[in-house]
């Protein structure tokens, strides 16, 4: 428990630095990135190959900013009851094209009469969206990712399982810890921030993998009960 509340304490530190910094390196990449796109189109073909690359460094800055922006929101900012079923209606709208794109199979299974929970519809939004993304992107084409919400207990358990890449047994308590990624173009953020989001939520999250075979993940979020 000793080391959760250092972690704890660490994350906290993370937001604030983050909140702060985040806005500061925005403005100065806006006005980079413009001034490249401008060398770009003027630059003869080794230019243009150099620009391109720095513009998709550029890039990456922006997103891992992006994602910690999103770890620095305010705790709290915006509970109220928030009805799941709505919420995963509007998700599935959003990764749809993304999964047609990668030629994976998306399913959804809602039970009816789930509890409404108490939480930040956008960052639970946010948080299902990466794990998700996580789920299409470690499935090759021809994937299935099989999505079902239903009530346990006094929480709503939502399982993500998809049948893709998997996990590494070495590496599954890596997952979560801050730049750990295996991808090209990854942030290693995505998780991190989902599982404070989760836990500010007052839930548990909980991986199961096997090299080769998919991944399960799964939510539990307290219904009811006031974060
Ligand atoms: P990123 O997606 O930017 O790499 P994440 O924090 O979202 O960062 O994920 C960290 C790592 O966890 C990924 O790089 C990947 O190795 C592993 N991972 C997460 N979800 C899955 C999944 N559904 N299947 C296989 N690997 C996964
Ligand atoms: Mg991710």
């Known amino acids: 428990t000793e080391e959760l509340l250092r972690n704890s304490d660490k994350l906290a530190i993370i937001g604030q630095l983050a909140a702060s910094i985040a806005h500061e390196i925005r403005n100065p990449l806006t006005s980079l990135k413009g001034f490249l ?11 243009r190959n150099y620009y391109e690359l720095m513009l998709s460094e550029v890039e990456r800055i922006n997103l891992i900013v992006s994602e910690f922006l999103l770890l620095a929101k305010p705790q709290s900012s915006n509970f109220k009851e928030t009805e799941i079923n709505e919420l995963f209606n509007h998700l ?3 990764v749809d094209s993304q999964a047609i794109m990668e030629n994976v199979e998306l399913s959804l299974e809602i039970d009816e009469e789930i509890p409404k929970i108490y939480g930040d519809s956008n960052q639970l939004k946010q948080v299902f969206l990466n794990y998700i993304k996580n789920a299409i992107e470690a499935c090759s084409t021809g994937g299935q990712i ?4 239903s ?5 709503v358990e939502i399982k993500i399982k998809d049948n893709g890449s998997g ?13 750990f990624t295996t991808k090209e173009k990854g942030t290693g953020l995505g998780l991190m921030i989902s ?11 909980r991986f199961e993998s096997k090299e080769g075979l998919g991944t399960t993940v799964t939510i539990h979020i307290p219904y009811q009960k006031k974060a």
């Open 151 to 155: 009530t346990k207990l006094d929480m």
């Open 146 to 149: 099989d999505i079902s919400v």
């Open 37 to 47: 796109q401008f060398f770009y189109s003027n630059g003869d073909e080794l230019s």
């Open 167 to 179: 996990i590494k047994e070495d590496h599954l308590n890596k997952i979560g810890t801050p730049f």
């Open 92 to 94: 599935l709208a959003l």
């Open 195 to 205: 599982e404070r989001i989760i836990s500010n939520h007052k839930g548990t999250v």
